[in-house]
């Protein structure tokens, strides 16, 4: 089992920049694919970015991509969301995700994740 923390939310203007990480605690780290999923009011949960066991995989949404950046440090047990470019529609709650997972493929499926954090907010002004 993995405890995942997220934190580096918040407000920002559009065109800025914000970087999230997510602290995890428990199992050995490496065992998990990670991914970050975002929630907008009456939205539901979506894919954002994810990245394999080892790093060396990641895919974006469609909406993120060239303007994200998913990274993970394996020694520190921790996975981060750099958010460059800030819109107003990236305003949402984030969340961290991982998944228990025996291949190093990137996982952009959102009910094959095991465990969740409980999401940090950002919001974006225009």
């Known amino acids: 089992q993995v405890q995942l923390v997220e934190s580096g939310g918040g407000l920002v203007q559009a065109g800025g920049s914000l970087r999230l990480s997510c602290a995890a605690s428990g199992r050995t780290f490496s065992d998990y694919a990670m991914g970050w999923f975002r929630q907008a009011p009456g939205k539901e949960r979506e894919f954002v970015a994810a990245i394999s066991r080892f790093g060396d995989r990641t895919a974006y949404a469609d909406s993120v991509k060239g303007r994200f950046t998913i990274s993970r440090d394996n020694t520190k047990n921790t996975v981060s969301l750099q958010m460059n470019s800030l819109k107003p529609e990236d305003t949402a709650v984030y969340y961290c995700?991982?998944?228990?997972?025996?291949?190093?493929?990137?996982?952009?499926?959102?009910?094959?994740?095991?465990?969740w954090g409980q999401g940090t907010q950002v919001t974006v002004s225009s």
């Open positions: 995700a991982a998944d228990l997972a025996t291949t190093r493929a990137v996982i952009t499926t959102r009910s094959l994740y095991d465990y």
